[in-house]
């Protein structure tokens, strides 16, 4: 067995990997700190850390949010998604033994037609975590690391329209004028920690 390929390294090297990852990310507010807290006692606990049966099964499991940041345009790209009814940034589960970057690189190219660029502001690494109850039937929790990649809206001409119903860009400042409910419910705060990442660099 080789330690080079994630889906196939142990499960102490994997959890080793995400808690590196998690301590990389620097908390945006008391939220953002509080879940790093919580995700990393999580990965720790030896818990199931990935989805191995939709839709709820373990209730707890990782996923990666990709916004994909059109750095001229200062624009981000959100889907319409069919079965959460919201705008949401594209993603997906990562898989039983799946480094979160290689995550990132498959759904990109799934439900965008696209590789995975790493943005300026945060490269291959995650910007920020979130821990979120879903809503509807089979409830469960989504600890989700949310990574920023770059593309340019002309490079994006197609999209998974099985998951989602349309695609949109919009300014940071009007993802932040659109209400709370119509959106993942830590869009915002997300893209405040953007917009001052962004403005610092």
Do not use: N
């Amino acid at each position: 067995m080789t330690t080079d390929d994630p889906a196939e390294a142990p499960d102490g090297l994997l959890r080793s990997r995400l808690t590196e990852l998690l301590k990389g990310v620097r908390p945006w507010d008391d939220l953002e700190r509080s879940h790093l807290a919580t995700a990393l006692e999580w990965i720790a606990s030896g818990a199931p850390l990935y989805r191995t049966r939709p839709p709820d099964v373990p209730p707890t499991h990782l996923v990666c949010y990709f916004v994909v940041l059109d750095e001229t345009r200062g624009e981000l790209l959100l889907v319409a998604h069919r079965k959460a009814g919201l705008w949401l940034p594209t993603g997906g589960h990562v898989e039983p033994g799946e480094d979160p970057w290689g995550t990132v690189g498959r759904e990109c190219r799934e439900e965008l037609a696209v590789d995975a660029v790493p943005s300026a502001v945060s490269g291959a690494r995650p910007f920020f975590l979130t821990i979120t109850r879903t809503r509807g039937q089979h409830r469960h929790t989504d600890v989700s690391l949310w990574y920023v990649v770059r593309s340019s809206a002309c490079d994006i001409t197609a999209f998974d329209e099985e998951e989602f119903d349309a695609i949109r860009w919009m300014s940071l400042r009007r993802v932040l004028a659109e209400p709370v409910t119509a959106l993942d419910p830590h869009m915002h705060r997300f893209t405040r920690k953007l917009l001052a990442a962004l403005a610092a660099a």
